[in-house]
């Protein structure tokens, strides 16, 4: 069988494109393959903690990433009415790493990744349809009719990967009982300039400013999947739905045009019991989607790169490294999973007395408490994580 390249990534989102750079960085011979025409990073912001930042400084990143990156000092928890209900000290907690904590818009990033690689490493319009496991590689065959040999595959196409499906059929997506949307507008006449959640009676609301003038936010209502009712939410839905919300709240719905909104169901998928089969590695939400409640899913991607990058650079075989990955990884990202889709439930209650209930409760709580599970997370230095015996 003639390879095609020595190791096959699948998927061209942040898993994907960091690991393309890291093999870059390591000389390694790589494809990547994304079912998109473009890569235009669509999902609007999201948050690089401290653990991001660090992966980053492990593959020689930092720097450049800060340029793009909006500087997130604080992200506080909200009620309905703008009073606090946690007050996490974030850089108490990234002390660990002594990172900044930044929050980028994903477009800017893929932007910045994919300049790091060959612009003929990447094929997009490539959706896979199916793999092959031979003695002597894999085979990759896809929906346009193409088929591609590796040696290897890392497998990065998401939450709803072809591949895992295929590996353990029985990985599906599992629904968390809310849905989403998303938007990157102007910040010229708001003028934000924290970040911040609410936690209220009708659902979540979080903002933060990008750079270049910008704010993502997001909004996160109770919902049957795939509703065909929040499917088609206007601006003006959404207005209606959290007028009785804090400022500026209403103002960023007001600003914000429907053409700008990013609609999805939110799913994430139970921790797996392997992420490494042979030759085959899974990584990022193909291994370990996350909801987004502790803002870890881009993180943790790139954790992984980053573990991935160092078991390659020493490991006797790429099987071995790819073992080792998984030891490394399993628990850590295991915890980060089960975590947040605790916290999304709390997150979401509607009901008056659950909500009222809650807020008291995190009003009375030590604030060491109150970011006990940011603690545990971000106080271990995940590349000193070893692989367990």
Not at 116 to 134: D, H, M, Y
Request: with cysteine; hydrophobic share 40%.
């Amino acid at each position: 069988m003639k390879l095609d390249c020595e190791y096959a990534i699948v998927g061209g989102g942040v898993a994907g494109l960091s690991a393309a750079v890291a093999f870059h960085k390591l000389r390694k011979d790589f494809l990547v393959f994304e079912q998109a025409l473009a890569l235009k990073g669509i999902g609007a912001g999201f948050g690089l903690a401290a653990n991001a930042m660090q992966a980053f400084e492990y593959l020689g990143l930092r720097q450049e990433v800060e340029g793009i990156g909006f500087y997130t000092d604080t992200y506080e928890v909200l009620d309905h009415k703008g009073r606090a209900l946690i007050v996490p000290d974030t850089q108490r907690l990234s002390t660990r790493y002594n990172q900044k904590n930044l929050t980028v818009h994903r477009a800017d990033l893929h932007r910045y990744l994919q300049g790091k690689i060959p612009s003929a490493a990447v094929q997009l319009g490539k959706r896979l349809q199916r793999l092959e496991q031979r003695d002597e590689g894999i085979v990759l065959r896809f929906e346009d009719g193409t088929r591609y040999c590796c040696r290897y595959l890392i497998v990065a196409d998401g939450v709803n990967s072809i591949a895992r499906q295929q590996l353990v059929p029985g990985s599906v997506a599992r629904y968390a009982g809310y849905t989403c949307w998303r938007a990157t507008i102007g910040n010229g006449t708001i003028g934000l300039q924290r970040g911040s959640e609410t936690w209220g009676p009708n659902g979540r609301f979080g903002m933060t400013p990008l750079v270049q003038e910008r704010i993502y936010w997001y909004a996160c209502i109770n919902a049957p999947q795939n509703s065909n009712v929040y499917k088609n939410y206007s601006v003006r839905d959404l207005l209606h739905h959290f007028s009785r919300y804090h400022d500026p709240i209403p103002e960023i719905l007001s600003n914000t045009k429907d053409e700008d909104l990013i609609w999805n169901d939110i799913i994430d998928i139970k921790p797996l019991s392997r992420f490494a089969y042979g030759n085959i590695l899974l990584i990022g939400d193909a291994a370990h989607a996350t909801t987004p409640n502790m803002g870890q899913g881009a993180c943790q991607a790139l954790e992984d790169v980053a573990v991935l990058s160092d078991e390659i650079s020493r490991a006797d075989t790429v099987e071995d490294a790819f073992k080792n990955f998984e030891k490394r990884r399993l628990k850590r990202t295991k915890y980060i999973t089960e975590t947040s889709w605790r916290i999304g439930r709390a997150a979401q209650y509607t009901h008056p007395l659950m909500v009222g209930v809650r807020n008291s409760l995190l009003r009375l709580m030590p604030a060491a408490w109150a970011q006990s599970t940011l603690k545990k997370l971000l106080e271990v230095d995940f590349m000193s994580i070893a692989s367990s015996k």
